[in-house]
């Protein structure tokens, strides 16, 4: 990390800094949440899995939306991307039904204002995948709006667009995973502005951390799913009986260990690459 760059931004496990006007460096760091409470134990590499990720499917879906990524650094857990001005709004595509999207249906029938079948159990897939924008809490979680008040935000012509881009994106990506053993319950996307106006995809993008990734080897709707990297940590929290608030608990090492090699399970998976290669030249996942 330069010593010259000023730290532009955080989340809960990724930094941003401004390289120069036009340039900032998104770095992965390998901290882990559940429950939404960052853990202090680190899951070593997971940074690295989730930049390489984003940068594979950057590179394989350019076609479909620009995105940001300017170069990946030889650390492999810091990108170099274009400087955007972001949307307000979450753009989060669901092709399953889960999380947030799960709740509303039960207590509405509907999701963003997507009225669903009736029947529906929890982590069915759905008839066809759905765009359900999110607003952007600064803090707690963030709200579920249809697309009249997300066109309020953004305006109805770049609506249809980060529509249309969101689900085309959504679609190449779950058909990818599919056919390599994981499914991609559903993925959240940020979208921002170049100087010219021109729609860029940003952020990380298709990765465990910004979707459910679930095995699908595994899959029995009904009920939640096993989360394809997280299960063991969730698991390991339930048998503490932890209350779930700030700080969290020490993972031990056979825990850290084998959330680790599901991390890199899902890359290789995904990518076909195997990730020493990636620790060698990160530059493998944009060829
Ligand atoms: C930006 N966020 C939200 C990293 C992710 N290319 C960009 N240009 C301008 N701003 C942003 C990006 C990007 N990506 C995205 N905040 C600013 C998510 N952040 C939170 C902090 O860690």
Not at 32 to 61: C, E, H, Y
């Amino acid at each position: 990390m330069p010593e010259t760059a000023a730290h532009v931004g955080s989340g809960k496990v990724r930094e941003l800094y401004a390289l120069d006007g036009e340039r900032l460096l998104l770095v992965a760091s390998d901290r882990i949440s559940t429950f939404d409470v960052v853990l202090p134990t680190k899951i070593p590499d997971k940074g690295r899995v989730l930049t390489g990720l984003s940068g594979f499917w950057f590179a394989r879906t350019s076609h479909i939306v620009p995105n940001h990524l300017l170069a990946l650094r030889e650390d492999g857990r810091s990108t170099e991307c274009r400087r955007l001005e972001m949307l307000p709004i979450e753009c989060v595509v669901r092709g399953y039904l889960s999380g947030s999207g799960w709740k509303d249906y039960q207590a509405t029938g509907a999701t963003s204002g997507h009225v669903l079948p009736e029947g529906l159990t929890e982590s069915a897939q759905l008839p066809e995948p759905i765009f359900t924008p999110a607003t952007k809490a600064q803090e707690g979680h963030d709200e579920n709006i249809d697309a009249g008040q997300a066109a309020d935000l953004v305006g109805a012509e770049r609506f249809a667009e980060v529509e249309r881009a969101a689900l085309e994106l959504y679609r190449f990506a779950s058909d990818y995973a599919a056919a390599r053993g994981i499914i991609i319950a559903d993925t959240k996307f940020e979208f921002g502005l170049d100087d010219d106006g021109r729609l860029v995809l940003g952020d990380e993008a298709l990765t465990p951390d910004s979707s459910r990734f679930w095995p699908a080897d595994e899959y029995a709707p009904g009920g939640a799913q096993p989360s394809f990297d997280k299960q063991f940590v969730r698991d390991y929290c339930e048998t503490l009986g932890w209350d779930k608030t700030a700080p969290g608990p020490d993972l031990p090492d056979d825990v850290v260990a084998g959330t680790r090699a599901r991390y890199v399970d899902a890359f290789e998976r995904i990518t076909g690459i195997p990730f020493d290669d990636y620790l060698a030249d990160p530059d493998v996942v944009l060829r």
